[in-house]
């Protein structure tokens, strides 16, 4: 059984900082690439950020150059530093993990239950 557990969202006044965390737990052969995407109320979900298991990342135009995605393979857990906040930015967090559970087979996608990021003053 496969687990993704995030942490760190919160409410923030615009122009602060928050990071998020998200932990992948459980049994499983290989961890390949993880990401966050957010879905603010009335809206479709959107990727914000992924990063391959060899550290490449990729972010969504209007997170780009305030949000920076980083992982550390040792402790199978994916971070997203964001920065000058916005109250667009407003939504809950979802953590995303391509794992495959055991040696041949296909990998899948793995979801965290979300953290609610509020941007508000």
């Known amino acids: 059984q496969v687990h993704l557990v995030e942490a760190g969202g919160g409410l923030v006044q615009p122009g602060g900082s928050l990071r998020l965390s998200c932990a992948a737990s459980?049994?499983?052969?290989?961890?390949?690439?993880m990401g966050w995407y957010r879905q603010a109320p009335g809206k479709q979900r959107e990727l914000v950020a992924t990063?391959?298991?060899?550290?490449?990342?990729n972010y969504a135009d209007s997170v780009k150059d305030r949000f920076t995605i980083s992982r550390d393979n040792a402790k199978n857990t994916v971070y997203l530093q964001m920065n000058s906040l916005k109250p667009e930015d407003t939504a809950v967090y979802h953590c995303?993990?391509?794992?495959?559970?055991?040696?041949?087979?296909?990998?899948?996608?793995?979801w965290g239950q979300g953290t609610q990021v509020t941007v508000s003053s």
């Open positions: 995303c993990a391509t794992i495959a559970t055991a040696w041949g087979t296909w990998p899948n996608d793995y």
């Open positions: 459980g049994s499983f052969f290989r961890l390949d690439a």
């Open positions: 990063i391959t298991s060899s550290s490449s990342s």
